[in-house]
């Protein structure tokens, strides 16, 4: 029961991934600064620049 | 990025390089879902052999007004590190790149199967995260990638990769 649970939330992870995949480039750029700023927001790193896109 | 992206094929048109391709994370961002990174990598195949083939990058770079920072070229702000192609399969790797578009701009990219070769034959650990990250995400010639694979005696690393970390 637990095995099946468990299935089908990593499945579900990998339709989400896979969907992102397919997002257009400029959006996925637009995500990675979003990391970075979230990143950033935790720990000051200044070798670590949000890109100024 | 538009900037750092018209520079950097100013620095190809210029033959200060003899080709590019980027690589490292946004390489695999173009294939596959986003994953944080920092710099810009670019793999260069320079316009002479030598032993400082960077050197012509950091002087047109000066030349230009942009710091470094670290192993990067801030170009208006956006940090790119130059990696001369540093073996036979990131030499093809760059020589046989593909065409992307962000925003007006064009710029070379390395081609997945290629990307996927190259985190192979790294085998970091991140690399391998990149590799099982290409494999379930991205569109592969299975062709092209044997016979890279094939070319660069990777053929045998890559099954027992598969075999460890991913069912296909």
Redesign the interface.
């Known amino acids: 029961m637990n095995d099946k649970a468990a299935e089908k939330v990593f499945r579900k992870k990998r339709d989400r991934r896979r969907r992102l995949a397919k997002l257009p480039f400029e959006k996925k750029i637009e995500i990675v600064v979003a990391l970075q700023k979230a990143a950033a927001g935790i720990r000051k790193d200044s070798r670590h620049i949000v890109w100024p896109i | ?1 538009e900037k750092a992206l018209q520079v950097i094929e100013e620095i190809t048109r210029q033959g200060i390089i003899k080709a590019y391709a980027i690589g490292g ?2 390489a695999a ?10 710099d810009l990598d670019i793999f260069f195949i320079p316009a002479k052999e030598g032993l400082d083939v960077l050197a012509p990058i950091y002087d047109y770079a000066k030349k230009r007004g942009f710091k470094s ?2 192993e990067t070229i ?1 170009i ?4 790119v590190q130059f990696i001369p192609a540093y073996n036979d399969l990131v030499r093809e790797a760059v020589e046989n790149a593909a065409t ?4 007006d701009i064009e710029a070379k990219v390395l081609k997945v199967e290629y990307l996927l070769a190259i985190a192979l034959q790294t085998g970091r650990a991140k690399d391998k995260e990149r590799v099982i ?1 290409l494999l ?3 569109v592969i010639d299975r062709a092209i990638l044997r016979r890279i694979l094939k070319s660069f005696e990777l053929t045998d690393t890559f099954r027992k990769f598969e075999r460890q970390f991913h069912e296909r």
């Open positions: 990025m994370g946004i961002t173009y294939y596959i879902e986003p994953v944080l990174t920092y920072q670290a801030l208006e702000g956006f940090p992307l578009r962000y925003r990250r379930d995400e991205a």
